[in-house]
Nanobody, 121 residues
């Protein structure tokens, strides 16, 4: 089992910045990807950014150029630097970790509890 603990959410005015952190603990060996999803009221949960092992990243079009994901694998922590925030970024942000299937094991997905990000003037 992998436990994910997010921190860093809060309130910002448009144009501001926030940095989210997610620390993984437990059986963290062999994780293949860590990332961030978000869910706004009335919307489905959507991918924001993902970092894969080794060294790949992918972003939602809506955040490209504004958000940066980084994965400190040695410390089992993933970060999301969010710059030039917009009101549309308001959502609960969830940390996600994934272990891909192998011939001997099933795939596994883990979620954090979520942290609220609110962008408003």
């Amino acid at each position: 089992q992998v436990h994910l603990l997010e921190s860093g959410g809060g309130f910002r005015q448009p144009g501001g910045s926030l940095r989210l952190s997610c620390a993984a603990s437990g059986s963290t060996w062999g994780l293949n990807a860590m990332g961030w999803y978000r869910q706004a009221p009335g919307n489905q949960r959507e991918l924001v950014a993902i970092a894969t092992n080794p060294g790949g990243t992918n972003y939602a079009d809506s955040v490209k150029g504004r958000f940066t994901i980084s994965w400190d694998e040695a410390n089992n922590t993933v970060y999301l630097q969010m710059d030039t925030l917009e009101p549309e970024d308001t959502a609960v942000y969830y940390c996600h970790a994934q272990r891909w299937a192998t011939p001997l094991t099933n795939a596994a997905n883990y979620w954090g509890q979520g942290t609220q990000v609110t962008v408003s003037s």
